[in-house]
């Protein structure tokens, strides 16, 4: 009869357990490295970016279709359809919220991929693409806010929610690190880069502006209508 070998006592380095390293294919989809968000924080990441991607939709939308935005006009300082015509709604033409939205959008499958993939290179990569975008969209929502205050003299309340969330995602960001400090900062050049590219964008390059010329429509009265005179000799030849 045969016996399973049991370490001996003698030999410490057999009473040694074997841990599972980053690159270690025991590393399955349950061992959740501990510099990576777990699920809660995962849920919340995504929570404010489906959030973000909504309100920058419609705000895309709004901006193409020309169209006023539901429940936020007036002459009070909450007039998001004097904030989205401004100059400052564009970036080389295009719509800052499509922008937005585009990059919302790549967030997301990079949440999922971050929280679902067994393999530990692709998920450091889906974090890094959600650490670069993430701290963007929190510098753009400084950027658009001070615009709004200091430029515009008024307040969309549509984009303000949208840079909420996204301000929200930044803040979760420097706060858990998912990759470590020394690599989330070398990611914010990253995204410092992407912003005054966006800002300087807007400041250097200014959309063209047309004026519209209104004319009112003349009404002509009955004492101002002109009578025309027949022709010299025309009415001798009706005689003849």
Known sequence: MSCAATPSLSNPSQLTPTVATASDPLLTFTEVPPSLPGTRLTMAFAMFTVMALVLSGYLGWVAISSTKVVG?????????????????????????????????????????????????????TAWAVVTVFGLTAGLAALWFVSLQ???????????????????????????????????????????????????????????ATYNVIEHEPTIQTESESTEFAPPEGFESEVDA
């Open 72 to 124: 936020c006009g007036g002459d009070s300082i909450f007039n998001c359809n004097d904030v989205i015509n401004s100059r400052w709604s564009r970036w080389l033409g295009i719509p800052v919220s499509l922008l937005a939205f585009g990059m919302y959008l790549m967030v997301l499958p990079a949440l999922m991929t971050g929280s679902r993939s067994r393999t530990w290179t692709v998920r450091r």
């Open 149 to 207: 205050i200091f430029v515009l003299k008024h307040l969309c309340l549509w984009c303000l929610a949208t840079h909420l969330c996204g301000g929200l995602i930044a803040c979760l960001l420097i706060w858990t690190r998912p990759l470590g400090t020394r690599i989330t900062l070398l990611l914010s050049l990253i995204s410092l880069t992407g912003f005054a590219v966006l800002a300087g964008g807007q400041v250097l390059v200014k959309p």
